[in-house]
């Protein structure tokens, strides 16, 4: 008995600072098991009564707030069971500066998240546009964003962009939506005549609100065109591209039947129209 006794407290040195023992490990261990089921049953606890979008909210925020309890935990622990954590600092002091300097994105990242967690800047479904990508939102983490394109690609926004960029939030106001496409007509287009034929494709599209009404807007006497734009609304962002296109369809379509030219065929989408909530 006194043998595994002197075989348990028995200090083994690494360096002359730098010491541990059998008990040391025993109780780190016992110590870290206690903090990882402590915090699983608080985490259990104060989620019980939360929808899931704050449930994950909080996950996401709690997951930082474990690696800091484990990090105080461990310096804790260690101090206390006479391991030197000085020396081993000073002799990492170098490699310590160039975690440092390499996760310095990382923090930034955690800072970020946590402060779109707090402020809900953007929700789960929401629509956004950073840096000329668009995607629908489908989960926020405490270091990246997973939004999902157009085209159904996997978008992967570390969170400091939040700060760095700026961000357009198509669904904050509502999933109602302002779109527009503009046209330049020939000069001896009868103007009256555009605006109609305009109106009705918006009112004819199956996609498009009633309510508020489509307007057509006379917007620049161009250099080899008149210039019009067809302003909408719709309440599916992600169908945009699909809306846009047909209406362009039916433009062409039917100015051809009334013998109205386009000339060189402009038809574009007007930007920054788009990204504006009602």
Not at 17 to 22: C, E, P, R, T, V
Not at 68 to 73: C, H, P
Not at 157 to 184: A, D, Q
Not at 220 to 231: A, H, K, T, V
Request: hydrophobic share 45%; proline share 2%.
């Amino acid at each position: 008995m006194d043998k595994l006794i002197d075989f348990l407290y028995k200090e083994y040195f690494i360096t002359e600072s730098i010491k541990f023992s059998i008990v040391t490990i025993l109780f780190v261990t016992m110590i870290f098991l206690v903090t990882y089921f402590s915090l699983k049953i608080i985490k259990k606890i104060a989620t019980k009564k939360l929808d899931e979008e704050r449930k994950l909210k909080f996950k996401s925020v709690f997951s930082f707030f474990n690696y800091f309890v484990y990090v105080v935990i461990t310096l804790i622990t260690f101090q206390n069971f006479g391991i030197n954590l000085t020396g081993i600092f000073a002799a990492s002091a170098a490699l310590f500066i160039g975690i440092g300097l390499a996760l310095q994105t990382f923090f930034q990242d955690i800072i970020s998240g946590i402060l779109i967690l707090a402020d809900q800047t953007v929700h789960v479904g929401d629509i956004i546009e950073i840096d000329g990508k668009v995607g629908r939102v489908e989960n926020i983490k405490i270091r990246t964003t997973r939004a999902v394109t157009f085209d159904n690609k996997v978008l992967i926004i570390p969170n400091h962009k939040y700060l760095t960029s700026t961000l357009f939030n198509w669904t904050e106001n509502g999933t109602v939506l302002r779109g527009s496409v503009s046209v330049g007509v020939d000069y001896n287009s009868d103007v009256d005549q555009v605006k109609e034929i305009l109106l009705d494709i918006a009112d004819s599209h199956p996609h498009l609100m009633k309510n508020p009404t489509p307007n057509v807007i006379f917007k620049n006497f161009g250099d080899n065109s008149l210039d019009f734009q067809l302003i909408f609304t719709y309440n599916n962002g992600f169908r945009v591209n699909l809306i846009e296109s047909d209406i362009r369809f039916l433009v062409y379509k039917k100015f051809k039947q009334n013998n109205i030219n386009i000339p060189l065929s402009l038809i574009h989408i007007s930007e920054p129209t788009r990204r504006y909530a009602i």
